[in-house]
């Protein structure tokens, strides 16, 4: 099965190309990016396929079965909506879009095409999170009816001044590129229930002075401008009410609090789990009179190889899988509905 990774930058060489690679269904025939140079890197680092800067050869090619998108988010859309309509399956990184419209457009096409188009959501196929949703939806927590998130690093603006910190480029800061991964876990292990009502504040603080800013390290640095932009969030609060539990949550690409916190709690009137992200869990609870807490140890893969495989299998069965546009979007409409709430300073009634 051939495919084309459009967009050579940091997510695809540290997870979409390797696990491609590791894929035995799947050949690399194309990689693209607009800097020739780095198409050019992932052509002579992994020992195959063509560097192309434009995406429509790929798309052209009626070899190509299916494409990584792994751009700036101003090109998610765009790039995914003409893949669709040239007969290509998609898997699009994260976030779907800029903008909820921005993903309506892509659920839109994705309806009229047939086409799969699948969103980097890659907690959906990480095996702790997926245990997590056993336990809950298997009643061992009860009701759970609060949620609280936290995605707060001390001083972690990935590449200052650049697409990372432009709206126009990459529709939001620390809510958009972080915040998402954190939202879609919750909705995913809670059954995806409908969102009512988002009240947000998101502040940008600690950047503006770009010159100045003092950091230990960076993600993303090569892609660093301190002649550039700094007009998104760094830092956002907020809750959501759905038709099942509340949800809060508190984020920060920057904060003068030198501690990173970076966990999910799920409270339930029976137990509860608070999910270190991107680690294990621990389930706290009482039993026979006594309190416990313990953490179940779980097999786990690379969540980046199990999405990437999904994905391959995926464009040979035709089945739907959790990270589909259809069901991811509503994290979308959510992130959507908090920077809308944090600009009017009011609740927002979805």
């Known amino acids: 099965m051939k495919v084309a990774v459009i967009g050579c930058g940091t997510i695809a060489n540290a997870a979409h190309i390797p696990s491609y690679m590791n894929n035995p269904k799947v050949e ?51 790039i995914a909506i003409d893949a669709m309509r040239a007969g290509k399956d998609v898997l699009s990184e994260k976030p779907a879009a800029r903008t909820y419209k921005e993903a309506e457009e892509m659920l839109k096409v994705q309806r009229e095409t047939g086409r799969i188009l699948n969103i980097g959501v ?45 709206k126009a480029i990459a529709g939001g800061g620390a ?3 972080w915040g998402v991964h954190y939202l879609d876990i919750v909705m995913y292990c809670l059954g995806d229930p409908k969102p009512v009502t988002v009240t947000g504040e998101a502040f940008c603080k600690l950047g503006k002075d770009m010159k100045n800013y003092v950091y230990r390290s960076m993600w993303a640095e090569d892609t660093k401008d301190l002649n550039g932009t700094y007009d998104v969030d760094d830092s956002v609060t907020g809750m959501i009410r759905t038709e099942g539990p509340v949800i809060t949550f508190n984020g920060a690409w920057a904060q003068n609090i030198n501690e990173s ?40 893969r690379d ?23 259809e069901t991811v979007i509503v994290t979308a409409k959510m992130m959507q509905a908090i920077y809308d709430s944090a600009e009017a300073h009011r609740e927002i009634v979805l």
């Open 122 to 166: 890659v907690n959906r196929f990480n095996d702790n999170v997926n245990a997590i949703k056993r336990y809950i939806d298997s009643g061992k927590l009860g009701e759970v009816f609060h949620v609280y998130v936290s995605f707060r690093a001390h001083r972690s603006i990935p590449g200052l001044g650049g697409a990372f910190t432009t």
């Open 303 to 325: 969540h980046f190889q199990n999405e990437i495989d999904a994905f391959v299998n995926d464009i040979e069965t035709r089945e739907k899988l959790p990270s589909h546009i």
């Open 28 to 78: 690399i025939k194309y990689f693209c990016d607009i800097l020739p140079h780095k198409a050019q890197a992932a052509v002579e680092k992994y020992g195959c396929g063509t560097a192309i800067t434009d995406y429509h050869v790929a798309l052209n090619d009626p070899e190509i079965a299916a494409v990584s998108v792994c751009t700036p988010n101003n090109m998610h859309a765009t």
């Open 261 to 300: 916190e970076t966990y999910i709690d799920f409270m339930g009137d029976k137990g509860g789990i608070r999910l270190t992200y991107g680690s294990t869990f621990k389930v706290y609870t009482a039993e026979n009179g006594t309190l416990v807490e313990y953490v179940p140890e779980v097999k786990s």
């Open 175 to 177: 809510l958009i590129d």
